[in-house]
């Protein structure tokens, strides 16, 4: 099976390349690395519409696209390959992407287009930036397991693996997202030259966590594997507007 692998830290990354290491120990599998040429955290589902992208090749199997994780996924499939991959890894990223974040993340968007694609895909982060070894790991499982039980249609996997060595994992939970605080903070300074300019800076954030959310899962030690569909509705709410005047003012 071809297996594209891709993220939004750069094809250079530490993630990407134990990813790619662990999963090339299979011999059923076949790893092709797409992924941008810089760093690209919190690009989102960004599309570069209004400039050319280069697609090139790096070693044999990794390429680096002047643009975003989602340009990666879609070049890869729609003609940049020889062949187009069958299902879509995205990571492994250094830091978690639970809760409201995944609305920033570009490794969550890369399996998001993968899934739009129609290809299993699945997002992993590492929640630190040390045992990737056992991050590689487990998204070797959950690809296999994804890739023989199938999931739902437009739904993918968001993976967050606490940063520990494998034999201290309590094990893997299913979880739902959870619900972040947001304490960012967007430092003010000027400039050598007296102009302004701001610095979106972020502190720790806190959580409103569940028992059966990501954030609690990995705090306590396990695997989160939320699944994450890609209608955005909330279908409750459709009932909550029913009593709205809606008529054409
Ligand atoms: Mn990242």
Redesign the pocket.
């Given at each position: 099976m071809r297996v594209l692998l891709t993220?939004?830290?750069g094809y250079f990354a530490a993630g990407i390349s134990v990813l790619r290491r662990v999963l090339s120990r299979n011999p059923d599998l076949d790893v092709v690395v797409v992924a941008p040429d810089r760093?690209q955290?919190g690009s989102s589902h960004a599309l570069t519409l209004h400039r050319p992208l280069r697609f090139d090749e790096v070693e044999p199997g990794v390429y680096k696209v002047d643009g975003t994780p989602t340009d990666c996924v879609l070049l890869a499939t729609r003609g940049g390959l020889p062949e187009p991959p069958e299902a879509v890894v995205s990571g492994i990223?250094?830091?978690a992407n639970m809760g409201d974040d995944v609305t920033y993340s570009?490794?969550v968007a890369a399996a998001m287009e993968g899934t739009l694609l129609g290809l299993p895909s699945l997002a992993v982060s590492l929640v630190g930036g040390t045992h990737f070894e056992t991050a590689a790991e487990i998204a070797a499982k959950l690809l296999s397991e994804a890739c023989t039980k199938g999931l739902p249609r437009e739904t993918l996997l968001n993976v967050n693996v606490p940063d520990c060595s494998r034999d201290r994992l309590k094990g893997v939970r299913v979880t739902r997202q959870s619900k972040r605080t947001y304490h960012d903070e967007v430092i003010a300074k000027r400039d050598p030259r007296g102009r302004a300019y701001f610095w979106i800076a972020g502190d720790t954030p806190t959580w409103v966590a569940s028992d059966d959310s990501d954030y609690a899962a990995v705090m306590s030690g396990f695997v989160s594997v939320t699944p994450l569909h890609l209608d955005l509705t909330h279908h409750a709410a459709i009932e909550a507007l029913a009593d709205w005047n809606l008529e054409l003012p």
């Open positions: 993220n939004d830290d760093e955290s990223n250094a830091g570009g490794t």
